[in-house]
């Protein structure tokens, strides 16, 4: 078996004219300028691959059309998705040293619709957080958190009947933390 593949190896060697080994300058000259031109085929089928991807990327660009809704979908055509406010941001700062640490975190969000034909408005809030922490030992810290510092009206809902589902209002935590 192992001197049929060794045999099959040495027919294939001596078959290949790139494993062949050249005889004079004339022969390495004709190799290069073969390998050159290969080179060079490659690099235009290569380029005109990418012109093809490219112009049927355009081509399927300009024929997509948006699919105009039907049915249930088509009263909600151009309103905002519910509870989707514009605007959500985050401001957050801290500190923190030798165990010991602070920080402070204000977030805004806009105003939404509670419902997805945009009839309900919740407006927008503004709140403020912190959290603090001090060391009492080597492995224990207090830990003290407040949630909306200025008690700002963060409506999270209104039912049926109208009534304002109110999310967390002013909350303080104070705790204990092993490390």
Same mark, same amino acid.
């Given at each position: 078996?192992?001197?049929f593949i060794l045999s099959m190896l040495l027919a294939g060697v001596a078959a290949s004219p790139a494993i062949a080994q050249p005889n004079d300058d004339a022969d390495r000259q004709a190799q290069r300028e073969e390998r050159a031109q290969a080179r060079e085929e490659r690099q235009q089928a290569r380029q005109q691959v990418r012109?093809?991807?490219?112009?049927?990327?355009?081509?399927?660009?300009?024929?997509?059309?948006p699919e105009r809704p039907s049915g249930p979908a088509v009263q909600l055509e151009g309103l905002r998705p519910a509870q989707?406010?514009?605007i959500a941001a985050t401001l957050s700062g801290s500190w923190e040293k030798d165990g010991k640490g602070a920080e402070l975190v204000l977030r805004r969000v806009g105003a939404q619709y509670e419902d997805d034909l945009n009839?309900?408005?919740l407006k927008g809030a503004t709140t403020l957080d912190a959290f603090g922490s001090w060391p009492l030992g080597r492995d224990l810290q207090i830990v003290a958190r407040?949630?909306?510092?200025?008690?700002?009206?963060?409506?999270? =809902?209104?039912?049926g009947d109208g009534a304002v589902e109110?999310?967390?209002?002013?909350?303080?935590?104070? =705790?204990?933390?092993?490390?």
């Amino acid at each position: 078996m192992r001197k049929f593949i060794l045999s099959m190896l040495l027919a294939g060697v001596a078959a290949s004219p790139a494993i062949a080994q050249p005889n004079d300058d004339a022969d390495r000259q004709a190799q290069r300028e073969e390998r050159a031109q290969a080179r060079e085929e490659r690099q235009q089928a290569r380029q005109q691959v990418r012109e093809e991807r490219s112009n049927n990327s355009v081509e399927r660009q300009a024929n997509v059309r948006p699919e105009r809704p039907s049915g249930p979908a088509v009263q909600l055509e151009g309103l905002r998705p519910a509870q989707t406010p514009k605007i959500a941001a985050t401001l957050s700062g801290s500190w923190e040293k030798d165990g010991k640490g602070a920080e402070l975190v204000l977030r805004r969000v806009g105003a939404q619709y509670e419902d997805d034909l945009n009839t309900r408005s919740l407006k927008g809030a503004t709140t403020l957080d912190a959290f603090g922490s001090w060391p009492l030992g080597r492995d224990l810290q207090i830990v003290a958190r407040a949630e909306n510092l200025t008690n700002a009206l963060v409506m999270s =809902g209104i039912s049926g009947d109208g009534a304002v589902e109110r999310a967390t209002p002013r909350t303080f935590w104070i =705790g204990l933390r092993l490390r």
